[in-house]
């Protein structure tokens, strides 16, 4: 099973809005909505912010906002801030049911 | 929530196997799916297999197949995964993670670190 392509990097100024996209097959993303979000800062544990392509769990800021069209997801991060400077990760869970992650980006806080 | 602690570093030398436990605390354990994810120095995360809430199904990652065991022990709510034939390139961060749905990573242990080292 091939990752998920996400962007390497994606930089934005504080209080901008960044995308990250992630790209798969049919079969990575099944026909379901089962799309995950998770944020990593260094040396920390992955954090789930977006699951089922768009809901947040609590706690989590509403600056983060998830969406699909077709085999594409998307993350929107609005009004960047310094404490955004992390790795972001996608995951789908397939028609295998199995999981699969994206390659990671990188998101910098100009 | 769930709260996961996991086994210990461990050092390994290539052709060995190790098993990382991973205990849960939390009364919605019993119907909590585990999964495993490790993370090679500098490199992403990579799915590895999970387990289903009694223990009887599990569902590995093709790269994997015939080398990773995952079960379950409900009596002590700790879930185990046993990686054979361990090569230089398995070296990385093992953590367990998961949640009440299949494809939720909502909980994470702290992570363990298998070294493979001669």
């Known amino acids: 099973q091939s990752a998920l392509s996400q962007p390497a990097s994606v930089s934005g100024s504080p209080e901008q809005s960044i995308t990250i996209s992630c790209t798969g097959t049919s079969g990575d993303f099944g026909g379901s909505n089962f799309v995950s979000w998770y944020q990593q800062h260094p040396g920390i544990a992955p954090k789930l912010i977006i699951y089922d392509v768009s809901n947040r769990p609590s706690g989590v800021s509403d600056r983060f906002s998830g969406s699909k069209s077709g085999n594409t997801a998307s993350l929107t991060i609005s009004g960047l801030q310094a404490e955004d400077e992390a790795d972001y990760y996608c995951?789908?869970?397939?028609?295998?049911?199995?999981?699969?992650f994206g390659g990671g980006t990188k998101v910098t806080v100009l | 929530q769930v709260q996961l602690m996991q086994s210990g570093a461990e050092v390994k030398k290539p052709g060995a196997s190790v098993k990382v436990s991973c205990k849960a605390s939390?009364?919605?354990?019993?119907?909590?799916?585990v999964h495993w994810v490790r993370q090679a120095p500098g490199e992403g995360l990579e799915w590895m297999g999970k387990?289903?809430?009694?223990?009887?199904?599990?569902t590995y990652a093709q790269k994997f197949q015939g080398r990773v065991t995952m079960t379950r022990d409900t009596s002590t709510s700790t879930v185990y995964m046993e990686l054979s034939s361990l090569r230089y390139d398995d070296t990385a961060l093992y953590y367990c993670?998961?949640?009440?749905?299949?494809?939720?990573?909502?909980?994470w242990g702290q992570g363990t670190l298998v070294t493979v080292s001669s």
């Open positions: 939390g009364d919605t354990f019993s119907i909590y799916y």
């Open positions: 387990i289903n809430p009694t223990g009887s199904r599990t």
């Open positions: 993670t998961g949640g009440r749905l299949k494809q939720w990573l909502a909980d």
């Open positions: 995951t789908s869970y397939t028609t295998s049911s199995t999981l699969v």
